[in-house]
């Protein structure tokens, strides 16, 4: 908020005495002493006139939301989203109308918690209508006005509510919040799977999320959306490990939560509308038959390293380690060897099976696949002089 990047905006943007302040998550995490991710920047000029003042000033201009009145300055690699003061004349349930205003508390009293609805004027001046410095420094997530309206307005508000949490709370929730939560909960299936994905695994991110989730399924909210997300013990102790290993990756906590086998996972994947790379790797951990015994021996675990390669090998280890009752310290032994691990690679490749006289196709995977068995049965030992030796004898014995 203070770079010479945000200045050249700012300064753009108040020329003339035109007000201009920084607002909501860049706000709300400078308060707290937390990293600034995202700098966000509210002003009463009208979208067309900050596209024009930021032109004028050198700095690219992209109207990534113009109708809605936003308007994202780009220096180098900085962006910053500028937004026109707004108030909603009519509401969708995940949209709104919008009117462009020059009233700050309009502008604050549409926005979700009151931990979001907080302005800093470039001097650091802070302007908190609804109370958020004091919700911040206590713990509180609450909702702007009414919760029942600002869910009504985005429903994906309830789950936000339920993520601010993880992040920002303390103590007890917000009981009218938890009301309006438990009320609204049925309209959850409206949204669309990548809006809920984002909310669930932002929240999965959170060192409490395993408490968080047990919350959402007594209030009833997690069965609208993954009814087989139980197994919370599980994720709080894949939390713990991987808090001590300086890991975090929702994605694998979303899969120590599910209780569901590889095609359910995959029907979890499909729902959330998770990338294909996603749905594949959820689907992967939740393979059980796949998963490595903390005694596995040396040869045999480089061969399951090679046959998996090394981010599933890393998820099923910590998924296994999760589930056990008890300690076993020869997990962290196997997580210990894929850091020094380097795929071999197989001496022989198509080529060598075409040289053999085989024809294109089927069976030249066929013959590769076969060697590389034999190969790594054989501990990687055989060099390119033997696979081809044993290539030659696949292929006689197995003719077209």
Sequence with gaps: MTTPEAKAVVLALTAGGAPARFVGGCV????LERAVKDVDIATGLAPDEVMARLSAAGI????????HGTVTAVIG??????????????SYGRRAKVAFTDDWMADAARRDFTINAMFASPDGTL???????ADLAAGRVRFVGLPRDRIREDVLRLLRFYRFFAHYGRG?????????ARELAPLLPTLSGERVSGELLRLLAADNAAAI?????????????LPNAKSFDRLARLIEIERQRGLNDPLRRLAAALDAAAAGATAVGRKLRLSNRERLRLAAMSETSERPAPDLDRDACRQLLYRLGSEQFTDLVLLAWAAAEVTATGYAALLDRVAGWTPPKLPVRGRDVLALGV???????????????????????A????????????SAISPA
């Design 359 to 381: 024809a294109p196709g089927v069976r030249v995977r066929t013959l590769l696949h076969a060697v590389e068995s034999w190969w790594v049965a054989g501990g990687f030992a």
């Design 127 to 133: 302007y908190d209508p609804f109370g958020g410095q």
């Design 77 to 90: 690699k900085a962006h910053y989203e500028i937004t026109t003061l707004r108030t909603d004349v009519e």
């Design 172 to 180: 007890e929730m917000d009981a009218a919040g938890i009301e309006a």
């Design 383 to 394: 060099d390119r002089e033997q696979c081809l030796r044993e290539l030659a004898r696949l």
């Design 213 to 225: 989730l047990t919350l959402m399924g007594q209030h009833g909210v997690l069965e609208q959306l």
């Design 60 to 67: 690219k201009a992209l109207p990534t939301g113009i109708e």
């Design 28 to 31: 709300r995490d400078a308060l």
